[in-house]
């Protein structure tokens, strides 16, 4: 083929080329394409409370719960920490540390952890209101802890999670005592001889 063949068909290309980038923007000036709308669809706004609604229920208090809970279900419901801890004696630390002996020991000073910053800032021992707070949202207890774990929602739950912990030792802590409401006496009663 000589030059003029070659030019040819480049110009051929070209031309299509031109051909097809400008049959876009003639088709741009021609139609004009409508807005979609909107995407999906509205979701209803949640209805506000009413003035006269009911309270949540606020949980019972820690000694209440424990003095009811089961260590047997607290044991199943910690299938979901075993794999980041260990519950044996001895057991080895994991992504976090292993929890023989957790109630009433020091914070942050397992041998062999390395504790995040914030939770060796609290100080203090385990006790069960601590541990009680720090399961229901360990983020909210210590922020800035490196457990990645949402907590437990449920009392119930945490006090059987407790009760099982409490048993992982050679000698259980005392379960701390229910406060008795005092009753209050009417101030013009008076003494009955």
Known sequence: MDSFELNK??????????????????????YHPKP??????????????????APEAKAEPLPIRL?????????????????????????PNKVGPHLWG???????????????????EKGGTWTYDDLDHFLTNPKAYAAGTKMAFAGIASPTERADVIAYLRT???SPAPLPAAEKKAEAKPADAKPVP
């Not at 957790?102 to 060796?120: C, D, I, N, P």
Request: hydrophobic share 45%; charged share 20%.
């Open 102 to 120: 957790v109630v009433e020991r020091q914070k942050a000073h397992e041998s062999g952890f390395e504790y995040s910053a914030a939770l060796k």
């Open 168 to 170: 992982l030792s050679d």
């Open 67 to 91: 003095a009811s809970a089961s260590a047997e279900k607290g044991q199943s419901a910690t299938k979901k920490c075993a794999s980041c801890h260990s519950f044996e004696k001895g057991g």
């Open 36 to 53: 979609a709308g909107a995407a999906g669809y509205a979701l209803p706004e949640p209805e506000a409370k009413a003035a006269g609604a």
């Open 9 to 30: 068909v480049a110009g051929a290309a070209l031309g299509a080329l031109l051909f097809a980038v400008g049959s876009g923007f003639v088709a741009e000036l021609i």
